[in-house]
């Protein structure tokens, strides 16, 4: 059992950066994989970033090289490093952690708008 709570999103000019937080709560420990996912209007869900218990990272190509992906395993938190925002980034962002052996868990969103 996980919940996870986002903050950090908000409205930003095109070029700004956000930082979205997310923490986690329960069995943190048991966490494999924590993820950000984002779903605009209109559209389906899409995989934004993931990292592993190892560290190691995946980018979804239309984000590779603007945002970092990152964790504190042991606090059972991660963050999404936003950089050189665009208009089509907007979109609600949302956690997810895959449990080891387990099943996943969602947070419930935050909001980023990207507008000039």
């Known amino acids: 059992q996980v919940q996870l709570v986002e903050s950090g999103g908000g409205s930003v000019q095109p070029g700004g950066s956000l930082r979205l937080s997310c923490a986690a709560s329960?069995?943190?420990?048991?966490?494999?994989?924590m993820d950000w996912y984002r779903q605009a209007p209109g559209k389906e869900r899409e995989l934004v970033a993931a990292?592993?218990?190892?560290?190691?990272?995946n980018y979804a190509d239309s984000v590779k090289g603007r945002f970092t992906i990152s964790r504190d395993s042991a606090k059972g938190t991660a963050y999404l490093q936003m950089n050189s925002l665009k208009p089509e980034d907007t979109a609600v962002y949302y956690c997810?952690?895959?449990?080891?052996?387990?099943?996943?868990?969602w947070g419930q969103g935050t909001q980023v708008t990207v507008s000039s």
């Open positions: 997810h952690a895959l449990m080891m052996y387990g099943p996943g868990y």
């Open positions: 329960g069995s943190v420990r048991s966490i494999n994989v």
């Open positions: 990292i592993n218990s190892g560290g190691s990272r």
